[in-house]
T-cell receptor, first 111, second 115 residues
Framework: LAKTTQPISMDSYEGQEVNITCSHNNIATNDYITWYQQFPSQGPRFIIQ???TKVTNEVASLFIPADRKSSTLSLPRVSLSDTAVYYC????????????FGKGTRLSVIA | GAVVSQHPSRVICKSGTSVKIECRSL??????MFWYRQFPKQSLMLMATSNEGSKATYEQGVEKDKFLINHASLTLSTLTVTSAHPEDSSFYIC???????????FGPGTRLLVL
């Protein structure tokens, strides 16, 4: 499974847009890019997944350049409740493949 | 999204005792599931992969005789921490990988504290 590199931590004020970039230089052709969110003492929660270009859902947007060696999770107008750890994962993400978590990015949203 | 439950949500036990953690998928079935553990301020670490009806595959450094996995059905798996010691205190999280889904669904986790 491809390794990922993310910033260890980020701070943001409420109402701002937050962009978290993840590097995955060794991503394979069949790999998808998935982002999870984890609050303290809770299991990870799926946020968004993409393969290329841009994906948007009600929570976030995911931007993936043509070479797919990186991706950016965009959280619009964050609130205090978005304070969490965000994990970027790459892999075929089939139901039979375990997920390999990196260190994640600890986002702190400040009032 | 799919719902996964874990029971208990937290447990405190004495050193040397055994603790069983249940993980259920409530609204879907899946053959494959995974157990992870997470120490404070650290990321999730895969412990084992389990397929219904087969023996679990453990990651290097995880003792199969200490962490017993019983994958009883397509919706239920249990992890038993045998002869627990304080160093086993951790946050244990299960996940299921439904077929034809490109994501996994995680349980809420079980906080184990061994005194």
């Amino acid at each position: 499974l491809a390794k990922t590199t993310q910033p260890i931590s980020m701070d943001s004020y409420e109402g701002q847009e937050v962009n978290i970039t993840c590097s995955h230089n060794n991503i394979a052709t069949n790999d998808y890019i998935t982002w999870y969110q984890q609050f303290p003492s809770q299991g990870p929660r799926f946020i968004i997944q993409g393969y290329k270009t841009k994906v948007t859902n009600e929570v976030a947007s995911l931007f993936i350049p043509a070479d797919r060696k990186s991706s950016t999770l965009s959280l619009p107008r964050v609130s205090l409740s978005d304070t969490a750890v965000y994990y970027c994962l790459v892999g075929d993400q089939s139901g039979n493949t375990p997920l390999v978590f990196g260190k994640g990015t600890r986002l702190s949203v400040i009032a | 999204g799919a719902v996964v439950s874990q029971h208990p949500s937290r447990v405190i036990c004495k050193s040397g005792t055994s603790v069983k953690i249940e993980c259920r998928s409530l609204d879907f079935q899946a053959t494959t599931m995974f157990w992870y553990r997470q120490f404070p301020k650290q990321s999730l670490m895969l412990m084992a992969t389990s397929n219904e009806g087969s023996k679990a595959t453990y990651e290097q450094g995880v003792e199969k005789d200490k962490f017993l996995i019983n994958h009883a059905s397509l919706t239920l798996s249990t992890l038993t921490v045998t002869s627990a010691h304080p160093e086993d205190s951790s946050f244990y999280i299960c996940s299921w990988g439904p077929p034809r889904q490109e994501t996994q669904y995680f349980g809420p986790g079980t906080r184990l504290l061994v005194l």
